[in-house]
């Protein structure tokens, strides 16, 4: 293998994995170790998230270079979706972080980066960790962090460790650039345990965003074990109607005590979704699209429907209404579309440029009239109106793909593939 003989794993994570002739693969997501009761672990592969974001198992016998920058394989991927077996750790998923303790009684040390080094054999063994020694407690000291080092694997016990608890400091730089969706689906397959300390790290912004992208299951099991004003805090961040979905999946008693929890003002939106059957399009809603009053300037239209945390099928119009302009809003007046505001001048008003004629709904409206309306009108969301045509909110497009998948969709992504071929 024409490769550097010890590679730190936590500077391998993202790097880009290529074939023989060039072509990328995928990118370097984890490592996979066996940490084994005698003797150094054994590094056995990388995870590699490939286009369509899904992760596959790189064994390192496929490995043809690992470079500065790169990792070069034999061109041939087992495209099945990795799945950890019994006996093997994640590197930046459960060994990073770890507490560890030296071998000489001197005290604890957290795992920051492990390097794996290939043997005579052909084996890639796990043989130095790079440690920041633990501080003891002395009041207010102003040397807030231990020293660093570097130490053979043998000179510490505890890397094999389970129930104790785990920063998620490095495993979240190394997952930083991710979006939502995918950080959502390495919580996913992370264990409880850890997949909880991960998302107890998260700012509630990021928490929010990425709880929206995770099953239902996995939502309830860590709002369920967040502190109960951190949960509040962070369904506040949520849009309202996935806080919404959430809460209903919680039980009646802890439900109603993070909407008390809640501001007043983010709980008033939740509370009116919750007052709607699911399978309607009261209960698929959003309450914040980008609404607007007539006068409006186009310049300020876009601007609205350029905000980066809005979903692009929201972004696909704007709702015009008399004030007030929260729902429920004063009358209806009809939509600006987007491609139609990219035509007119920015300082004409989106009141110039609206189409009356747009299709809507009422909030009991079925979920079966909402996908119809939708695909016969080729349009991304439909306003939901009351009966004095005042908008409630909007029925997207990904709300109604949410709402008709089978709620294991996430499992079950093109499983179909086999190895194949690249290059």
Do not use: C
Not at 277 to 284: H, I, K, Q, R, S
Not at 285 to 307: C, D, F, N, W
Not at 377 to 403: F, I, M, Q, T
């Amino acid at each position: 293998m024409s490769a550097a003989t010890r590679v730190f794993m936590a500077r391998l994570a993202g790097t880009q994995v290529f074939d023989p002739i060039g072509d990328e693969v995928g990118r370097v997501r984890d490592a996979v170790v066996l940490v084994r009761a005698k003797g150094a672990p054994r590094a056995v592969g990388l995870v590699v998230e490939v286009p369509g974001r899904r992760r596959v198992f790189l064994p390192l016998t496929r490995v043809t270079a690992i470079d500065a920058g790169q990792v070069i394989s034999t061109g041939l991927l087992n495209m099945r979706r990795f799945e950890q077996r019994a006996m093997e750790s994640l590197v930046l998923g459960e060994l990073l972080d770890r507490t560890v303790r030296f071998t000489d009684g001197s005290g604890e040390a957290t795992v920051e980066d492990l390097s794996i080094t290939r043997q005579r054999t052909g084996d890639w063994l796990v043989d130095q960790l790079f440690v920041r020694r633990k501080q003891p407690a002395r009041g207010l000291s102003l040397r807030r962090r231990g020293e660093t080092l570097v130490v053979p694997v043998g000179a510490v016990t505890g890397l094999a460790g389970s129930t104790e608890e785990q920063g998620a400091t490095k495993l979240l730089e190394a997952y930083e650039d991710l979006r939502p969706a995918d950080l959502a689906d390495v919580l996913h397959e992370l264990g409880d345990t850890r997949r909880l300390e991960v998302a107890s790290a998260l700012d509630d912004e990021r928490l929010a965003d990425v709880l929206e992208e995770l099953p239902e299951d996995d939502q309830v099991a860590i709002v369920s074990r967040l502190d109960s004003d951190r949960a509040a805090d962070v369904l506040e961040a949520m849009q309202p109607d996935d806080a919404a979905d959430l809460l209903n999946e919680l039980p009646d008693e802890q439900a109603a005590r993070l909407l008390e929890l809640m501001e007043p003002e983010e709980a008033k939106d939740v509370r009116r979704l919750l007052s709607y059957d699911e399978d309607t399009a009261g209960g698929l809603m959003t309450t914040e699209p980008v609404i607007l009053g007539p006068e409006t300037s186009i310049a300020t239209a876009l601007a609205q429907i350029r905000k980066q945390d809005l979903p692009p099928a929201l972004a696909s119009m704007v709702f015009v209404v008399r004030p007030p302009l929260e729902t429920p809003t004063g009358r209806f007046l009809g939509v600006a579309h987007f491609q139609r505001l990219l035509r007119e001048p920015p300082h004409a008003s989106v009141g110039s440029v609206l189409d009356t004629d747009t299709e809507w709904l009422t909030p009991d409206a079925p979920v079966g009239r909402v996908t119809r309306l939708l695909a016969a009108y080729d349009l991304l969301a439909l306003p939901v109106l009351d009966s004095e045509k005042r908008l409630l909110g909007a029925v997207s497009v990904d709300d109604v793909l949410d709402h008709i998948l089978p709620d294991d969709w996430r499992e079950h992504v093109d499983e179909n593939l086999e190895e194949v071929p690249r290059g």
